[in-house]
């Protein structure tokens, strides 16, 4: 068998499955796409660091 | 919008000629993909990545010997899911198809599984030291379909009321099943010692890639919950129906981008139709194009700017300009 | 090495070099500038995707160099098979979120729709590389997807040419043939972009954009730093004012 390196946290072990209406996704999944969803939003509303070459441009 | 002023616009927007800041690009890049490499090194560390053993045949018969002899005599009979599947495998079936629209049938036959030849004689004709089987198999070939029919039909039901004994093989209730019952057991113990996964990876030629033969009996299913579904059910593979395509074994992240994909399999008219792989992978088709070409499709292409995201991208860049050229006469809103 | 006269009839090599420089200068290639109003973490997912790109690269290559059995028979072999599999996640996580940046700043406005379908394109492509990688595995993962998705593939035709259990094949598109049209178009989609510039904001008064619509703003933005392009001349901050429909057009 392979002798593998451990991982820290074991994630082979059988996965939750969270149903809705036809939906049916495991929470790895959807755990993807709320952080696809959350990170999409903050990289829209975080403030972007200005730099002082920018002092007396027009924008 | 009017041609015209579509036209007009797209002139407006081809440059900026308005200000510039410094920017060093190699060095951008060059932290994206240190950044990208220390998170994908955190994941490795933190969690590894699934590597389940395969199913092999002889896996498969000492897990479960009456299940494999279930599918072993739906080969035989030419009753099992690859018998019966259609292009490109045989032409037992029309395949699937959309209006008159035949795409299998039309490429036609381009793998040939024999089930009864390739999975069941041509394996055991390998066993050519054992005089019992070679017997057995020439009392078969020799018989009529009807009769051979006969002794698969009286076996398979036997099989429901068969014991597995503690050294792996299965005992049948005793009936007419011909030679069938030879035919079986030597399989069922060829499939055991290894020796079935090397027969159905042979073909006329020493290396071997192709895993289609092997793949296919494997896969079969009699309807009653066979070995290899029931262990992707348990790892949540198959959904109800498909959503499982979208899952990775374990409780890995798996191919999230098959949302939309696998999505319409749940709904009708999808769900109910035999072609719903044809019609799925078309509307997929049409929606890929879709997506490749939303510059030019109406509506799709006007949704950024009559749901205003863009004010919060461009907000540091809306704020100084108004600063700057308050008789601009922008809209604020 | 060029002539020291011009020559009668152009050469192939002149003319290519031309139609190159003139398409992609070396300060359109690698500027020092970039516009003022690129002032949001959006603008990075490009490059992120591009980094996560890379990756896969870098890792596939080391997979490939060992062979198929190493990533099971070797703890390192497994480590690199991971590094892989996270890094297709970081892929697709990047290059999704960049598209839905670039839809919701409809960055093919100004000439740019190549730019886009280049980009689409890409996105559509790495789906059949992933599912050639997915099974090319040799494991269970692999047994099951290439038995369940041949289905589609059959039903459409495409099985009978494009073998999901055929290890040898899917093994040849995964490491080769896939990786060089995603490669490609990639390459098409980033000097694309580097030649027609990153998109401008939407000009406010993009809101009445009708025949008499937003007047013509008074002010003229003055440019700082290096300017790849462009005479300096603008409207909304860079962004020429909508003409009144029936006077001349701006020149760019």
């Known amino acids: 068998m392979v002798r593998d390196m451990a991982a820290i946290l074991n994630l082979n072990t059988p996965a939750h499955v969270i149903h809705f209406w036809v939906i049916q996704i495991t929470l790895a999944n959807l755990l993807v796409i709320i952080l696809m969803i959350v990170v999409f939003a903050l990289a829209i509303l975080l403030p972007f660091p200005r730099h002082d070459h920018d002092q007396g441009s027009s924008s | ?111 040939p599984i024999d089930t009864t030849r390739d999975f069941v004689i041509g394996p055991l004709r390998l066993l050519s030291g054992e005089s019992g089987v070679q017997s057995a198999l020439g009392t078969w070939e020799s018989a009529s379909p009807v009769q051979q029919s006969a002794w698969t039909t009286a076996y398979t039901n036997a099989l429901a009321k068969a014991t597995t004994n503690a050294d792996g093989s299965v005992t049948v209730p ?35 890639t192709d ?7 494997i896969q079969d299913d009699n309807g009653a919950g066979g070995y290899f579904n029931t262990r992707a059910q348990a790892e949540h593979l198959i959904g109800s129906p498909q959503w499982g395509m979208m899952n990775e074994t374990g409780s890995f992240p798996g191919q999230v ?57 461009w907000r540091d860049h809306y704020r100084s300009t108004r600063r700057t050229q308050p008789e601009a006469g922008v809209s604020s809103s | 090495m060029s002539a020291t006269s011009p020559p009668a009839r152009k050469s192939w090599t002149v003319t290519v070099r031309e139609k190159a420089v003139a398409a ?15 002032s949001s973490w959006i603008y990075v997912f490009g490059v992120l995707s591009l980094a996560s790109l890379a990756i896969l690269l870098l890792t596939g290559t080391i997979l490939a160099l060992k062979g198929p059995m190493w ?7 497994h480590f690199f098979n991971s590094l892989h599999m996270w890094a297709v996640e970081l892929f697709f996580f990047f290059m999704v979120i960049h598209l839905w940046g670039k839809y919701w700043m409809a960055a093919w406005r100004g000439g740019r729709a190549r730019v886009w379908m280049t980009g689409a394109i890409t996105f559509v492509i790495a789906i059949p590389c992933a599912l050639t990688g997915y099974v090319s595995q040799q494991n269970f993962d692999a047994q099951w997807i290439s038995t ?29 043939l896939f990786p060089v049209m995603v490669v490609g178009v990639v390459v098409a989609h980033v000097l694309l972009v580097r030649h027609h510039g990153i998109v401008p904001p939407f000009a406010l008064d993009d809101q009445r954009f009708a025949a008499g619509g937003a007047p013509e703003p008074s002010a003229q933005a003055h440019a700082t730093h290096a300017q790849p392009t462009g005479d300096g001349a603008s409207g909304d901050g860079g962004i020429p004012a909508s003409p009144a429909p029936s006077g001349t057009e701006r020149e760019q």
């Open chain 2, 1 to 111: 919008m009017s041609r015209a002023e579509r036209k007009r616009e797209d002139q407006r927007y081809r440059k900026w000629t308005g200000a510039y800041r410094p920017y060093d690009l190699i060095k951008e890049a060059t932290i994206a993909f240190a950044v990208v490499l220390a998170m994908t090194f955190a994941l490795t560390i933190l969690l590894s990545s699934p590597d389940d053993p395969p199913v092999t045949m002889r896996s498969w018969s000492h897990a479960a010997p009456a299940d494999f002899l279930s599918v072993a005599a739906s080969e035989l009979d030419g009753s099992s899911g690859t018998a019966g599947y259609g292009p490109p495998y045989n032409s037992a079936a029309d395949g699937q198809h959309m209006l008159f629209i035949y795409p299998a049938k039309w490429l036609g036959v381009a793998h």
């Open chain 2, 174 to 208: 005793a009936g007419s099943y011909g030679p069938v019952g030879t035919m079986m057991d030597a399989l069922l113990a060829q499939a055991q010692s290894g020796g079935l996964d090397g027969a159905l990876l042979t073909s006329n030629q020493f290396y071997n």
């Open chain 2, 211 to 217: 895993y289609t033969k092997i793949l296919m009996m």
């Open chain 2, 257 to 313: 981008w098959l949302w939309l994909y696998t999505f319409w399999y749940q709904i009708n008219p999808f769900s109910s139709s035999t072609n719903a792989d044809l019609l799925v992978i078309t509307l997929m088709g049409v929606l890929s194009l879709a997506l490749i070409l939303v510059p030019f499709l109406p509506g799709i292409r006007s949704i950024p700017r009559w749901i205003p995201i863009y004010k919060l991208i």
């Open chain 3, 24 to 38: 992609l200068p070396p300060e359109t290639m690698f500027p020092d500038g970039q516009p003022a109003y690129m």
């Open chain 3, 71 to 77: 990533w099971h028979d070797d703890s390192i072999g």
């Open chain 3, 148 to 176: 369940q998705a041949k289905d589609a593939m059959n039903a459409a035709g495409i099985g009978s040419f494009f073998n999901l259990m055929n290890f040898g094949q899917m093994y040849s598109w995964h490491i080769l």
